[in-house]
Nanobody, 120 residues
Framework: QVQLVESGGGLVQAGESLRLSCAAS????????MAWYRQAPGKQRELVAA??????TYVDSVKGRFTISRDNAKNTVYLRMNSLKPEDTGVYYC???????????????WGQGTQVTVSS
């Protein structure tokens, strides 16, 4: 099992920044990819950004504004969110999984979620 604990959400105004953190523990050796998802009210959960040892990927709506990074020594992944917009509002979830030739596989391990609210 892998446990994920998130922190860093909050209420900000449009144009401001936030940094989310996700600390992983447990069977870290069973994962090689981590990601941030978000779920807005009334919408499906979507992949925002993912990271492996080989690189990163982002949903188009956050490219150039969000940066995913990780500190392997701390087993922690971060999401730096700049120039936040009201449409970025939602619950942000950390996920841990695998990446291989067939792509990303997330769904077994999730954090508890952290609320991000961006006011206009």
């Amino acid at each position: 099992q892998v446990q994920l604990v998130e922190s860093g959400g909050g209420l900000v105004q449009a144009g401001e920044s936030l940094r989310l953190s996700c600390a992983a523990s447990g069977r870290i050796s069973s994962i090689n990819a981590m990601a941030w998802y978000r779920q807005a009210p009334g919408k499906q959960r979507e992949l925002v950004a993912a990271i492996t040892s080989g690189g990163t990927t982002y949903v188009d709506s956050v490219k150039g504004r969000f940066t995913i990074s990780r500190d392997n020594a701390k087993n922690t992944v971060y999401l730096r969110m700049n120039s936040l917009k009201p449409e970025d509002t939602g619950v942000y979830y950390c996920a841990a999984g695998r990446f291989d030739n067939s792509g990303y596989k997330f769904g077994d391990y999730w954090g508890q979620g952290t609320q991000v609210t961006v006011s206009s």
